[in-house]
């Protein structure tokens, strides 16, 4: 298989896989993808990042935090509710993402009307 095959059908089964974690609300887990093709998770890790410059777990998350968001400013939903829906599973989860990409809680973020520092 050529290389570009090869790069194409991992980002391909990647993008297949978040869409089924987003469709079912599950939070993607690393090792469960690297089971299903066939790699490590330190593999899919290393060429995750040659390959595509960035992190699987940027990947996975790329999406989520979007949602995430909308979900902070347009619902009442408890954060734990809206951890579980976006697919981070808790709120600790949900919230790490948050103050790695916007240096705020999602508690915070919801306070602040949708406002961020960054």
């Not at 991992?10 to 093709?37: D, G, H, I, M």
């Not at 390959?51 to 009442?76: D, Q, V």
Request: with cysteine.
């Amino acid at each position: 298989m050529r290389a570009s095959a090869a790069q194409d059908d991992l980002w391909r089964l990647a993008k297949t896989y978040r869409r089924s974690c987003l469709k079912s609300k599950t939070q993607p887990q690393l090792k469960e993808f690297a089971n299903q093709v066939g790699m490590t998770r330190f593999k899919v890790t290393r060429e995750f990042r040659r390959r595509y410059g960035i992190s699987f777990r940027e990947y996975l998350t790329e999406p989520r935090l979007p949602y995430a968001k909308r979900l902070l400013r347009m619902t009442n939903l408890p954060i734990d509710e809206i951890a579980k829906r976006a697919g981070f599973g808790t709120r600790r989860n949900l919230d790490r993402e948050f103050v790695g990409a916007f240096g705020v809680t999602a508690s915070e973020y919801r306070k602040s009307g949708g406002k961020q520092p960054r």
